[in-house]
């Protein structure tokens, strides 16, 4: 492909001197583990995002399934999410031990459709978890209001959507807990996993840390010389950010702001070039702006569109479908096709272009004008 959908092998090569500096920095250390990258990142991202709290996880699905279980989530209990997306939400709902409700989604937003999430509410419930799909915002608003008027919990899954604003505001401090996902095709991708979760709330901070530290109590590690006897303060699983990994991910972050708004000017382009084709183009709901993971068209006959562009070297991906409710993993849940039909349609149709900080500075248009040819 001349034009991938994901390349980290250029963002490497755009800041080689300061990655190979970070690893061996690391490296050289010899604190591989339990080091000082870590808590150093933690502190960047929080300031980034203007949240009190963020915990380094191993990824974004590590990182809801720390939030669920945090937040005392588990057997008896039901959470309401959406279908049009990947294994982590749902996955960290079931593993918890807890019943997933799919609810169907904004056709615009393709996220939760707060009035579907109120009528799903029952005596169960006691958790929202919203997707910004494609790096589209939740209707956060709506939803914390609705999690108020019921008691309920929100974690938001913010995998695709770091530098999103809702009504004014950024997420990372809009829900209980915000999650993100630094695997290597997200906005701020190491080279490897990674993740984190963000809170306000200095406790639930502490219980994210522990269950994804093996119940370890961190402070304890940072202590030399080390105790003799480990200390596990509660149940948990070893789901922890690299030192590695969060070496890199501080060469990336100060680039982060950069990298959103050149996705926005991207996608700008391709509204302005694609607009008189027969597809669909991905919208952005009044009060939110868009932090563009992926430039997801909708068309009816995306296979045909995608080997039209493969044959001219350019990538594209039908991510996230089938929906998960239609998904194997879940068959003996017994959802069927006509459950969810805004979500449906919308899967049925997703075709992502390519967008982001690795592309040559000419490839929306040639993407744009290859797209073209496919039309007329
Ligand atoms: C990537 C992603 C995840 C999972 O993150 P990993 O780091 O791959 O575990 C979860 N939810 C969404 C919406 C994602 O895009």
Redesign the pocket.
Known sequence: MTIPMYDPAALYRAQKAEFDAAVLRVLESGRVDWGPEVPEFEAEFGAWLGAAYVVGVG??????RAALRALGIGPGDEVITVAN?????SGAISMAGATIRWVDIDPVSRCIDPRAAEAAIGPRTRAILP???FGHPADMPALRSLAAEHGLALIQ?S??SPGAVVDGRTIGTLADVT?F???AG?HLGAFG???ACATEDAALADRIRKLSSDGQDVAHHYTLPRPLALRHMTDGENARLHEIQAAILRVKLPRLSDSIALRRQQARQYRDLLSDLPIDLPGEKPGCVHAW?NFAVECDDRAALSAHLAAQGIGSNAL?SPPMHLQPAYAHLGGKPGDLPVTERSCNRILNLPIGPHLPADAVETVARAVRTHFV
């Open positions: 990824s974004g699905s590590a990182a809801l997306t990947d294994l982590g939400g997707v910004d799909m899954d995998c695709l999650c996902s630094f695997s997200k996993s990674g993740g993971r996230y």
